[in-house]
């Protein structure tokens, strides 16, 4: 009888202990994760909240940090991509995400800040490229006119 209390002990210790183990891998992914965040590594973060996720599919900060991150490195692609509307839309996405930090979501602010200036400023010279043609064309047609009356 006592043999076997023993072995049920170790065998408790030893579940105890690799539990106790996954919680710090997952700790430990989930702070690597933050800090990439806050050097703005965001493919690294998401990594980072990839394998936390692994460790413990059910915590929902781990799942909303990954989904954050995720949708920020789209819109962050989206950015780079002159897909300014899309790249406006994740942000927004990310910013009604409920989460215990803001961290990703304040990055999402300044995509979607830069997002919106490069869109305007690309408007702004799609209509100077516009008002241009136009001029071209008007000189184009004076010049036409006024070889036709010569």
């Keep these: 009888m006592k043999k076997i209390l023993v072995i049920l002990t170790i065998c408790i210790l030893s579940i105890?202990?690799?539990?106790?183990?996954?919680?710090?891998?997952?700790?430990?992914y989930m702070e690597e994760?933050?800090?990439?965040?806050?050097?703005?590594?965001?493919?690294?973060?998401?990594?980072?909240?990839?394998?936390?996720?692994?460790?413990?599919?059910?915590?929902?900060?781990?799942k909303s940090l990954y989904?954050?991150?995720?949708?920020?490195?789209?819109?962050?692609?989206?950015?780079?991509?002159?897909?300014?509307?899309?790249?406006?839309?994740l942000c927004d996405v990310i910013s009604n995400m409920e989460s215990n930090t803001n961290i990703i979501k304040d990055a999402a602010e300044n995509v979607k800040k830069e997002s919106n200036e490069l869109m305007e400023k690309a408007q702004r010279q799609d209509k100077e490229k516009e008002?241009?043609?136009e001029k071209t064309q008007a000189k184009e047609e004076n010049i036409k006119e006024n070889m036709s009356n010569d």
Aim: aromatic share 8%.
């Design 67 to 89: 989904n954050q991150t995720k949708n920020l490195v789209e819109a962050i692609d989206s950015k780079d991509k002159k897909n300014y509307t899309v790249a406006i839309q």
């Design 33 to 62: 994760g933050r800090m990439a965040v806050a050097n703005q590594e965001y493919d690294k973060a998401l990594n980072f909240f990839t394998l936390a996720l692994e460790e413990n599919k059910d915590d929902t900060d781990a």
């Design 131 to 133: 008002r241009e043609k």
């Design 16 to 28: 105890t202990g690799c539990s106790k183990g996954d919680n710090q891998s997952f700790e430990k």
